[in-house]
Nanobody, 127 residues
Framework: VQLQESGGGSAQSGGSLRLSCAVS????????LGWFRQAPGNEREGVAI???????IYTDSVKGRFTISRDNAKNMLYLQMNTLKPEDTAVYYC??????????????????????WGPGTQVTVSS
C-alpha cells in the first residue's frame, strides 16, 4: 500500500483547504483511513479517522471544521478543512491500516498503531 497526499499549501485564517490522498492497493481492505499531523516541536497527533463502514472520529480541536471522507471507487481519501486557524499549521499525513481490532478512538490517540503512512504535505495558516 502506498499513500500520496496532495492539496496542501498556504491559507489565511478562516480560509479553507482540501487535502486529497491517492491510495494504491485495494482500498476495500483498509479498515481505517485517516489523517494525522505534526507541528514543529510537537508529537504527531490524530486529526480524523474513517472506518470501512463510514464511521468517523475527530480530535476535539477540529470538530465542526474538518470533514473526512473516502471514495472507495476512486481509491481516494479526503480532508476538507474549513475555518482554518494558525494552530492548524502542520505537516499532514495520510494514513491507512488493514487491521481491525482497534476502535477509532484508540487508533486516533496512538499513531504507533498505524501501519501505512504517506510522505506528508505542509499546511500553513497565517493570521
Amino acid at each position: 500500500v502506498q499513500l500520496q497526499e496532495s492539496g496542501g499549501g498556504s491559507a489565511q485564517s478562516g480560509g479553507s483547504l482540501r487535502l486529497s490522498c491517492a491510495v494504491s492497493g485495494d482500498i476495500d481492505n483498509l479498515y481505517h483511513l485517516g489523517w494525522f499531523r505534526q507541528a514543529p516541536g510537537n508529537e504527531r497527533e490524530g486529526v480524523a479517522i474513517i472506518d470501512s463502514d463510514g464511521s468517523t472520529i475527530y480530535t476535539d480541536s477540529v470538530k465542526g471544521r474538518f470533514t473526512i471522507s473516502r471514495d472507495n471507487a476512486k481509491n481516494m481519501l479526503y480532508l476538507q478543512m474549513n475555518t482554518l486557524k494558525p494552530e492548524d499549521t502542520a505537516v499532514y499525513y495520510c494514513v491507512a491500516d488493514p487491521r481491525a481490532g482497534f476502535t477509532l478512538r484508540y487508533r486516533l490517540l496512538r499513531p504507533i498503531t498505524v501501519k501505512y503512512w504517506g510522505p506528508g504535505t505542509q499546511v500553513t495558516v497565517s493570521s
